[in-house]
């Protein structure tokens, strides 16, 4: 059953297809955009011998040219090395303004197809079909596009949105279970921020690192509910003048975690879980949040087979001078989003080093 989703938006608002099987008729769907016929189809190395044939068939038979190009796989490759590899291929093929690049992947090439798309000719279209948890729950959605500076995650970007998300379920077979766990990550997020009919559902679901095996249609369901919280948030503030910074719960240690580790020892969703037991027990510290609800998202953290501790012999010192280079820093001061209960959270700059270090130094 397909289920469509729409992210409203005051300049350019696009839906989110949710379609078991339906990589196959990715050209007839955009075909349905009135796009240009050049398309640039970006993924890496092992998505394209998944999936690359399927899509690229799919799109010349509604008409389109395509190119493709793989990317090395991987975050360390989030650099502005890889974009102008992307524009060295869009000039080759001559993509023209109203051309689509196309992000074949999970929320790496996703992320990076998104700011080459930004950028070339000053913006033309993407289409984002994300193929890892992680990147249909969340990276897809949202315009949120950009590439990692050596000194810091995400420091180059730009906001773009996709015209379209196309998300198959069924890719998911063969996505490697650290990664399916990482995406649970930003899924347990999206309960803990957001909607807390999501965390009960994920608090009665067993092995929740194997559902996509055992109960291919909770997945379906949760990636249904995940869609719609990121449409919500985003819809309400599209350039994170506010609301938005919710969806970065979890995000302002867990960024500092994954670049200190110089991304090869965390997944991001996994930085993430850390990021979100630190600030679950920031926020029981200062009194805003109950010990019995950090121990619910924590239990659901482990469940998801995440790591909930910091990596053995990160400095914690470290840790702390990174955040000032969270994107959230407001007149030097770090910002952290904080539950209030399950479902609700806040935005606030009352953190200081102290607290941080205190709960950095029991995890
Ligand atoms: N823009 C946003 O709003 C946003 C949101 C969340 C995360 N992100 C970014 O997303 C990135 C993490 O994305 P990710 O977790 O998808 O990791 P990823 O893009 O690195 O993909 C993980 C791995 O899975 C492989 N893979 C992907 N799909 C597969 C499939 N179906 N079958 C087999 N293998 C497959 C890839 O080759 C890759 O090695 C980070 O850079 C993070 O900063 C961005
Ligand atoms: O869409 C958003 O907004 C998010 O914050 C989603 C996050 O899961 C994502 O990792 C995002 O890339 C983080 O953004 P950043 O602005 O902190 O780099
Ligand atoms: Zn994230």
Redesign the pocket.
């Known amino acids: 059953m397909t289920s469509v989703i729409n992210v409203n938006l005051p300049t350019q608002s696009y839906e989110i297809a949710i379609a078991p099987a339906s990589l196959d008729q990715i050209g007839q769907s955009l075909a349905g955009l009135k796009l240009g016929k050049k398309v640039l189809l970006v993924s890496?190395p092992?998505?394209f011998k998944?999936?690359g044939k399927v899509a690229v068939d799919s799109l010349e038979a509604a008409g389109f040219q395509v190119a493709s190009y793989s990317l090395p796989?991987?975050?360390r490759y989030?650099t502005l090395n890889s974009i102008q590899k992307l524009y060295d291929i869009a000039l080759e093929n001559r993509l023209e303004r109203s051309s689509t690049m196309v992000a074949l992947?999970?929320?790496?090439?996703?992320?990076m197809t998104g700011f080459a798309a930004a950028t070339w000719l000053r913006g033309i279209n993407v289409v984002q079909v994300p193929?890892?948890l992680?990147?249909m729950v969340?990276?897809a959605i949202?315009g949120?596009?950009g590439v990692n500076h050596p000194h810091g995650?995400?420091l180059i970007g730009a906001f773009h949105q996709p015209r379209f998300v196309l998300i198959d379920p069924q890719?998911?077979k063969?996505?490697?279970v650290r990664?399916f766990r990482?995406?649970m990550a930003?899924v347990i997020k999206y309960g803990v921020i957001w909607d807390a009919e999501l965390f009960n559902q994920l608090e009665q679901s067993k092995r929740l690192d194997q559902l996509r095996y055992i109960k291919p249609e909770l997945v379906d369901a949760i990636l249904t509910r995940s869609c719609q919280a990121k449409a919500d948030v985003v819809g309400k503030d599209e350039k994170e003048g506010g609301l938005r910074a919710i969806l970065n719960y979890g995000h302002t240690v867990g960024h500092a975690v994954e670049s200190l580790t110089n991304y090869r020892l965390l997944?991001?969703?996994e930085a993430v879980g850390i990021g979100m037991v630190a600030a679950g027990q920031i926020a029981v510290n200062l009194e805003l949040w109950q010990q019995a609800d950090a121990d619910r998202q924590n239990a659901l953290i482990e469940k998801a087979g995440l790591p909930t501790k910091l990596p053995v012999g990160l400095d914690i010192e470290g840790i702390i001078e990174a955040l000032q280079l969270d994107k959230k820093v407001k007149d030097g001061k770090v910002r952290f989003v904080l539950p209030t209960q399950i479902g609700v959270v806040t935005v606030t700059d009352e953190v200081t080093s102290d607290h941080i270090r205190q709960v950095l130094q029991q995890m």
């Open positions: 890496n092992t998505i998944h999936f796989a991987g975050e989030k992947g999970g929320g790496v090439i996703g992320d193929t890892t992680l990147a969340d990276s949202g949120k596009t995650k995400n890719v998911l063969t996505l490697p990664e990482a995406g930003e997944k991001h969703g």
